[in-house]
């Protein structure tokens, strides 16, 4: 079974400039979640997805970030423009239901994001 | 103050070792708690996964709550340079809400 998917892997742009990272979800999986880890911290929600519904996208800076979850499956963030602090790695995970019976969300490789 | 407090390390230990990892947490409301495998350059995994308080046993790996005094901790046996990881412990009120992660530690086995 393949796992999520998240593309590009790595990413380096210069301030200003807008980047957008695309994931693919385990098929089946109606939650899908992206966040954002920094160098030396645990990751952080951005926005969860139920469907194509945005359940909470509470901790998303609505100024520069968006996303979109295209017919409850694929999902795209997007950063516009970038700033030096957007540099993290921004994963993309998914899970049955929102993990109630295991909690188990399934994370993808991430995708490196490097903004000079 | 953060909802779940881990110590980064780093943690070193030989090979065979036992190696206890540890995070307190905040929030009263959470009742479940999970911990999370890393590798460098990959996404984290669910390593153990656990309701309310007490002992969870998976092969070499024990996971205990206690919610009177807010501690999670993990215990691994016999460790082996392939548990070299971070492990991220992670806390939430249930499925509606977000999951909250600690910084991680980041531990080596020597062989």
């Known amino acids: 079974e393949a796992g999520v998917v998240q593309s590009p892997r790595y990413k380096i742009i210069e301030k200003k400039q807008p980047v957008a990272f695309w994931c693919n979800p385990i098929?089946?999986?109606?939650?899908l979640y992206w966040y954002r880890q920094n160098l030396g911290q645990g990751p952080e929600l951005l926005i969860r997805y139920e469907n194509e519904e945005a359940v909470d996208d509470s901790q998303l800076p609505k100024d520069r970030f968006s996303a979109e979850r295209l017919k409850g499956v694929d999902s795209t963030l997007k950063i516009q423009p970038a700033e030096l602090g957007d540099s993290a790695v921004y994963l993309c995970?998914?899970?049955?239901?929102?993990?109630?019976?295991?909690?188990?969300?399934?994370f993808g490789e991430g995708s490196r994001l490097t903004v000079l | 103050q953060k909802e779940v407090e881990q110590d980064p390390g780093p943690l070193s230990v030989p090979e065979g070792a036992i190696v206890s990892l540890n995070c307190t947490y905040s929030n009263s409301a959470f009742q479940y708690f999970m911990w999370y495998r890393q590798y460098s350059r990959k996404g984290p995994e669910l390593l153990m996964y656990?309701?309310?308080?007490g002992n969870k046993e998976d092969g070499r790996f024990t996971a205990q709550v206690d919610k009177s005094s807010k501690y999670i901790s993990l215990f691994i046996r016999d460790s082996q340079p392939s548990d070299s990881a971070t492990y991220l412990c992670?806390?939430?009120?249930?499925?509606?809400?977000?999951?909250?992660f600690g910084k991680g530690t980041l531990l080596t086995v020597n062989p």
């Open positions: 995970a998914s899970s049955l239901d929102g993990g109630v019976n295991t909690g188990e969300l399934f």
């Open positions: 656990t309701y309310s308080s």
């Open positions: 098929s089946g999986h109606n939650t």
């Open positions: 992670a806390s939430t009120r249930g499925s509606n809400y977000k999951l909250t």
